[in-house]
Each structure stands twice: as structure tokens, then as C-alpha cells.
């Protein structure tokens, strides 16, 4: 079920008045029924996936706390993470590791015996596992108690409105808020459909209408000329923020509804003043994730320079790899883990841009090289599409689009209007008075100009 369809929006409707309407005591079990039934409209079978994990960090969370041997603990957690890992590169990663060994085989004449697998990868599973992982990490920490409630738990992992594309959360953060009863409280509901409208329009009228630019351009990178490569890879660095920010602000805003509160997953990325600072802004769930799983473990920065070296490498190339099992991620987590290492050295010397507008610039335009690789179907078609729009661009070329000149004039209006809402934090507070006309203007606004085909959001893919 997507959200932006008018069957989510009769679904929300519907288990959102339900919810206010049934004892507080079954409410966890009618949002657990909800949720399983939304993750089941995509492809029935792959709850048996999600329920198949459930199981198994429930079970880990109590033998770990309920251990007073830490050796035993450590077991267990492994135990977990192992499962949790294992499915994860089962069915996302194990096809692309044995191409790569049937490859390398290849070239010392030797035939690979192991079999490909014919298995479609379960929507969100990365987000899934990442987000059952920290559970027992956090309970292995000592920093959250064992959920003793397996409901409870499987709704902490089944959320609907995070559950398909997070954010990734903490189990300190949602846990908890599963067994408080919420009230009927208007200016709340109205700041969470607020928060969902705001996504509508950056998935419907921004990001599906620069994704008809984008789509054009990196499916012929032959027969595209540099210029509007470059102008398509601009429009792609907004697609994808606008897709998968709205993903989480239509999420964020439909939990906020009910009484629930998300951790906020986007802060603005394109205003950063440098690549270290968009990472503290992008996708926060899952950057602050592999901070305190993966970085802070390995010793962060509070070791020698080639240890820290070898962290963040680690970090980003993992990243990448999370995004997907393509050497496309590998190369766009392995090129940030670059940026952030020269931005060390660059601070180390103490050379700063002058001016803080044109570093705002140079960030950007680093970042959108990244997304290059991010997007394109093939490393080989990256490199092409870098090397025209790096070495082979001209201002005089004519800009290729499927879009005529006023919708591509709108288009960039679009880009520079969401620029100054963030900026300027450009929002009307439900307890304004006007705050019904902004709603009924940008519903307006959204009904006018959105895009209707019910795109899947691209994020869904991890």
C-alpha cells in the first residue's frame, strides 16, 4: 500500500478513528493487525519474513537480559545478529557475492558450482533488520529493558507508518510510547496532517515530477548531452531527498496523529555547509545508526589518523552497501568516506571558504557527483555520465527534456520555493489562526499540481 494513494489515505482514516475509539488496552493489537495487513498488500508472503526475525529478537531480548553470565550474552547477541545479518545477505546480497565469484573464477578458468537464487528481496528488509538489531544491541547495553510483551515488541518492529522505509528507531524512543494512552488532542492532529501534507507535496509535486527529467536522461546517458545530464543529476539529488524525506514526513505526520512521536529523519541536507555536516542531516536514523553501532565501536575519532581513516571507510563503504548489492553503492558510500576524510585534512590546515554561500555551493554540487553513481544502472554508465558532465558539458547544447520550458521553469521554482521553506522554516503553526487556510491552500496546491500515477517511492527497494 503506498502512501500516496487514496487507499492509504481511507486506511489512515479508518484505523486512525478506530484507534481513538477502541480501549486503550486493545489498541496495540489493532495497530499490529493494521500494520501486518499493510505490509501484506505488497506481497503477502514476505510477512512470514518479518514474523520469522519477531520471533527470533524476542526470544534473544529476554535470554540476554535473564543471563548473568556474560559470555552468555554475548552468545545470544551474536545468535541474533547472525539471523538478523544472514537474512539480510540471503536475500539481498548473496547473488551480487556470487557473480562477483563466478567472475573472478572466470578468469583463472574455473566454473563457479554454487547455485543463483531466484528470490525477489522483501520490501524495506534493510530498514527491518536494522531496526531489530538495535533492540537487542540495546538490551545487550543494559540501556533497555527486555520487552516481556510480544506484541508489543512485534508492533515495535511492524509499526505501519515507519514500517516500510523507517525512520530506523531506537527502542527507547517508540517502546514505551506503545503502552501510553493518547487522547484526542487537535493541535496535535492537526501539526501530524500538516507533516503529511507536507510530504504529499514533496513526493507528488516535487519529486515525481523532476523523476520524469531524471528517468529521461539516465536511461539514454549516450544519446543525452552533458548539459542536461547535469541538469538531470541537479533534479536527482532533489528527487530522491524530496521522495524519501516525504516518505518519512507523511510516516512521522500519521504516527503524530495518533500520539506517537518519531525521531525526525531530515534536517534541511542541501543548506549543509560541508559533506560531515549533510550526514548529521541526511537520513539521520540510519547515519546515527552505524555512529553507534558501527563507528563508535570501532574507536571513532578518538583514535591515530589511520585508524580513523580505516572508520570511516569502513562506515560508508557499509553504507553503501546497505543501499544496495551493486559496486554503484560501493563507490558512492567509498566517495563520501573520501569528501569526509580531505574535509579532516582540510580543517586540520584551517582552510575554509571564505564565503559561506559558495561552500554551501561546493557541498552540493560534491554531493550530487555522488548521486551519479547512486543512480545510474551501471558503473560503466556513471563514469560516461560524470565524464560528459564534467569534461564534455557546454552551456550552448540544447537541454533535452520531456518537459517543455514552463514546466521546467516550474520545476526549478519548485526547487528554489522548498530551499527557502527550509531555510526559512516557512510553516504555519496549528494554533494560527490561518492555519486552515495554508492547509486548504496547499491541499489546493497539491491537487493541482501533483502527479498521480502512484509511483513507488524509492527507497522501498533497501
Not at 65 to 87: A, D, R
Not at 147 to 170: C, S, T
Not at 343 to 349: A, D, G, S, T
Request: positive net charge.
Amino acid at each position: 500500500m503506498l502512501f500516496n494513494s487514496l487507499q492509504f489515505l481511507l486506511f489512515f482514516a479508518i484505523i486512525t478513528l478506530l484507534y481513538f475509539e477502541i480501549p486503550h488496552r486493545w489498541r496495540w493489537f489493532l495497530l499490529l493487525i493494521a500494520s501486518c495487513y499493510f505490509y501484506m498488500i505488497f506481497v503477502p508472503m514476505y510477512i512470514l519474513i518479518l514474523a520469522f526475525i519477531i520471533v527470533i529478537d524476542y526470544g534473544a531480548g529476554l535470554l540476554i537480559e535473564n543471563q548473568l553470565n556474560i559470555h552468555y550474552k554475548k552468545i545470544f547477541l551474536f545468535v541474533s545478529l547472525f539471523i538478523n545479518i544472514g537474512t539480510l545477505v540471503l536475500f539481498k546480497y548473496y547473488n551480487f557475492f556470487n557473480q562477483n565469484l563466478t567472475d573472478l573464477l572466470q578468469i583463472f578458468k574455473i566454473n563457479n558450482a554454487l547455485p543463483f537464487l531466484k528470490i525477489a528481496l522483501p520490501i524495506g528488509l534493510s530498514f527491518h533488520t536494522f531496526q531489530a538489531m538495535s533492540y537487542t544491541i540495546e538490551v545487550y547495553r543494559g540501556q533497555q529493558k527486555a520487552e516481556k510483551h510480544f506484541g508489543i515488541y512485534a508492533l515495535y518492529v511492524m509499526f505501519y507508518p515507519q514500517l516500510v522505509a523507517g525512520p530506523i528507531e531506537r527502542p527507547q524512543n517508540v517502546l514505551h510510547q506503545f503502552r501510553a494512552q493518547h487522547f484526542v488532542d487537535w493541535e496535535r492532529i492537526k501539526s501530524g496532517l500538516a507533516m503529511m501534507l507536507q510530504g504529499f507535496i514533496k513526493k507528488m509535486v516535487i519529486a515525481d515530477r523532476l523523476a520524469m527529467v531524471v528517468d529521461a536522461a539516465y536511461a539514454d546517458p549516450h544519446g543525452t548531452n552533458g548539459l542536461s545530464l547535469a541538469i538531470a543529476t541537479i533534479f536527482y539529488a532533489f528527487q530522491i531527498y524530496c521522495d524519501f524525506s516525504g516518505y518519512s514526513d507523511i510516516g512521522i505526520g500519521a504516527a503524530r496523529v495518533m500520539g506517537f512521536r518519531l525521531m525526525t529523519n531530515f534536517k534541511a541536507p542541501y543548506l549543509a555547509n560541508s559533506v560531515t555536516e549533510f550526514w548529521q542531516r541526511w537520513h539521520i536514523s540510519l547515519s546515527s545508526w552505524f555512529r553507534d553501532y558501527v563507528y563508535i565501536p570501532l574507536g571513532g575519532n578518538r583514535v591515530g589518523i589511520t585508524q580513523w581513516i580505516f572508520n570511516i571507510w569502513i562506515v560508508f563503504i557499509i553504507s553503501g552497501l546497505w543501499h544496495g548489492a551493486k559496486w554503484n553503492f560501493l563507490i558512492w558510500g567509498a566517495l563520501h568516506g573520501f569528501y569526509l576524510i580531505i574535509e579532516r585534512m582540510l580543517n586540520h590546515w584551517k582552510l575554509h571558504f571564505p564565503i559561506v554561500w559558495l561552500k554551501k555551493i561546493v557541498v552540493f554540487l560534491l554531493i550530487c557527483l555522488t548521486w551519479i553513481f547512486f543512480r545510474a544502472e551501471t558503473v560503466d554508465k556513471a563514469v560516461l555520465i560524470l565524464r560528459k558532465v564534467i569534461i564534455k558539458i557546454s552551456i550552448g547544447h540544447p537541454i533535452q527534456s520531456p518537459l517543455n520550458r514552463a514546466e521546467m521553469i516550474f520545476s526549478v521554482g519548485l526547487i528554489i520555493g522548498l530551499l527557502l521553506f527550509e531555510k526559512y522554516n516557512l510553516k504555519i503553526s496549528p494554533n494560527n489562526p490561518l492555519f486552515w487556510i495554508y492547509f486548504a491552500i496547499s491541499v489546493l496546491f497539491c491537487y493541482l499540481f501533483g502527479i498521480f500515477g502512484q509511483t513507488q517511492f524509492i527507497y522501498f527497494q533497501f
